[in-house]
């Protein structure tokens, strides 16, 4: 079975002047279809240049990278937009919502550069049914100042699925939020992962890594380790011992 991703010598320099930034290093990596992958290391490290790379925000300087067998590398401006909108679904810290815009409106957004377009109609019908699946199915008419940080952050996850993406990119996505949120958060990730999306995401924390299936760790834009996570958190599971936890405290204060 071929990769969903795969990077083959792939490095990234960027050019300041006459200083070069080697951001990504000779990386050779591939995904599988269904895998949930956290890409992990210090700042600097180069795992956000390596995000950008895989959200197809980037070329590579030299290497190749392929997506869903598609040769990155070899396509315009227009087919590497087209490529990122139908394949690629994306999850930012700072949720990135239109606060003047519903939940509903905010979903629907990316169907907009959809080629060819669709009806309106199918718009919201597939918006509305992103929100069902992340547990928002009667705050369609909310707008973000309306909401939690952890509802605006399942609003940003529902507006990455509406158009059927092959793979989720979550930078950071649980940077803004308080650690029960967080564990909804992952069991979201968890939940999507279970029905076969591909999830990859950025984080440096340790325990939110532990919800993925596997961790990639790099330094000075190199890999240093690539394992596959022993013990995995189950976030349904954390949040019972989380809730039981709460509970205890309040009946002995």
């Not at 409106?105 to 009806?119: C, D, K, Q, V």
């Not at 718009?123 to 909310?142: F, P």
Request: with cysteine; hydrophobic share 40%.
């Amino acid at each position: 079975m071929s990769a969903l991703i795969k990077l083959e010598s792939f490095c990234k320099t960027y050019r300041t002047g006459e200083m070069e930034v080697h951001a990504v290093r000779a990386v050779s990596l591939e995904i599988q279809a269904g895998e949930f992958v956290a890409i992990m290391g210090a700042s600097g490290s180069g795992k956000s240049t390596m995000m950008n790379s895989l959200g197809c925000l980037d070329r590579p300087t030299s290497g190749r990278f392929w997506l869903d067998g598609v040769d990155v590398g070899s396509l315009n401006r227009d087919e590497l937009a087209d490529l990122r909108n139908k394949k690629i679904g994306f999850i930012f810290q700072g949720f990135n919502l239109l606060s003047r815009s519903t939940a509903l409106e905010n979903i629907e957004l990316p169907m907009l550069y959809l080629r060819p377009g669709i009806s309106t109609d199918l718009q919201t019908e597939r918006a509305e049914k992103a929100l069902a699946i992340v547990g928002l199915a009667n705050r369609g008419d909310h707008r973000p100042s309306q909401l939690s940080g952890g509802q605006q952050q399942r609003v940003a996850i529902a507006r990455a699925l509406v158009n059927q993406p092959k793979l989720l990119l979550a930078d950071e996505p649980t940077g803004n939020l308080d650690t029960q949120t967080s564990m909804e958060i992952m069991g979201v990730f968890q939940e999507l992962n279970r029905a076969g999306m591909t999830v990859i995401m950025v984080t440096h924390e340790l325990d939110i890594a532990r919800y993925c299936k596997r961790n990639v760790v790099m330094r000075d834009g190199r890999i240093v380790s690539d394992t596959e996570v022993v013990n995995r958190h189950d976030a349904m599971e954390e949040l019972k011992k989380l809730r039981l936890e709460q509970q205890a405290v309040q009946l002995t204060s």
